[in-house]
């Protein structure tokens, strides 16, 4: 495509209703001298509250469900009508389900897949000609990404996914000047449990326990603050607290069937 005449500068922030998004917009919001921040999530509410704090952006509303083609294609005519210069993406919303593979609902899962890897795979790819160099994409992976996990393996598959794409086009968009990031955090207190425990597997089970030790779990503040450093640094990957870089730097070199099993006591 021929380079558009491009106008304002904006940000656009995914799954920013919640947890890890709202944080990314506050911060983004801070950090950066921007023309408008477009805030997607399918709840409007919750981006309403944090649209009203902006001090120096407009907050753009979009409740959009990533997942609906025609609402991606919306938002797709939106970027090609108004030729903003797209300065940051954050793609953001994800989601995971726990429990065993054959158990899980089919639709779940493969909701998690259009979500989690098509739907931020689809918006890197129709804002790239909006970008110049100096632009930002900050994919969110999870520490998930660095090993296949059972009872949650589907999330961990589409993470990896990310964790890998977010790589590659760290190095392709290197000389264009975009700085492509994967964050990669641990457990982050967040909505995001809570949806985890909603499924067709756990909708009969009763005293549902916590997936993950509390001692690891992290605020949303801190793991956003860390990976806007780590962007502003040009890093490849984000990773917050020593455990989970402790974890991301060994897990590598373990034998597959120890960290596999190691994974597996999770299981609920
Ligand atoms: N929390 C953790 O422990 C953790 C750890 C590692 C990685 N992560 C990753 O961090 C990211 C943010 O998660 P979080 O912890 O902040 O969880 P969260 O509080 O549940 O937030 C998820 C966000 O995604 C949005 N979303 C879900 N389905 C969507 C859809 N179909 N279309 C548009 N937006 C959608 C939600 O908004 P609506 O419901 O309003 O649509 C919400 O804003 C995810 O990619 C997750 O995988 C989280």
Not at 40 to 47: G, L
Not at 141 to 152: G, K, T, V
Not at 155 to 160: D, F, L, N
Not at 185 to 207: L, R
């Amino acid at each position: 495509m021929s380079q558009a005449k491009l106008t304002k500068k904006i940000a656009i922030i995914t799954g920013a209703s919640s947890g890890l998004g709202l944080e990314f917009a506050r911060q983004v919001e801070k950090a950066y001298y921007l023309d408008e921040i477009w805030l997607i999530a399918r709840r409007s509410e919750p981006m309403k509250d944090v649209a009203d704090r902006f001090h120096k952006s407009k907050g753009i509303i979009l409740p959009l469900d990533i997942t609906d083609r025609g609402d991606m294609l919306a938002l797709h005519k939106r970027i090609m009508d108004e030729k903003p210069q797209i300065e940051v993406l954050v793609n953001n919303a994800g989601y995971g389900k726990i429990g065993p593979f054959a158990e899980l609902g089919l639709e779940e899962q493969m909701q998690m897949i259009d979500l989690n890897v098509r739907g931020l795979t689809y918006l890197t790819h129709i804002v790239l000609p909006f970008m110049q160099s100096g632009a930002k994409i900050v994919q969110v992976a999870s520490a998930a990404a660095f090993s296949p996990s059972p009872y949650f393996s589907v999330y961990a598959a589409t993470k990896s996914y990310v964790l890998s794409l977010s790589e590659a086009l760290h190095f392709e968009l290197k000389g264009r000047g975009i700085e492509v990031l994967a964050v990669c955090p641990g457990p982050i207190a967040t909505e995001f449990f809570s949806v985890a425990q909603k499924n067709e597997y756990m909708k009969n089970k009763v005293g549902q326990a916590e997936p993950f030790n509390r001692f690891l779990v992290v605020g949303a503040k801190d793991v956003v603050a860390k990976a806007l450093v780590d962007l502003n640094k040009g890093r490849k990957r984000s990773v917050f607290s020593l455990p989970i870089k402790a974890f991301v730097s060994i897990v590598p070199f373990l034998p597959r069937s120890l960290v596999l099993r190691a994974l597996s006591m999770r299981k609920q």
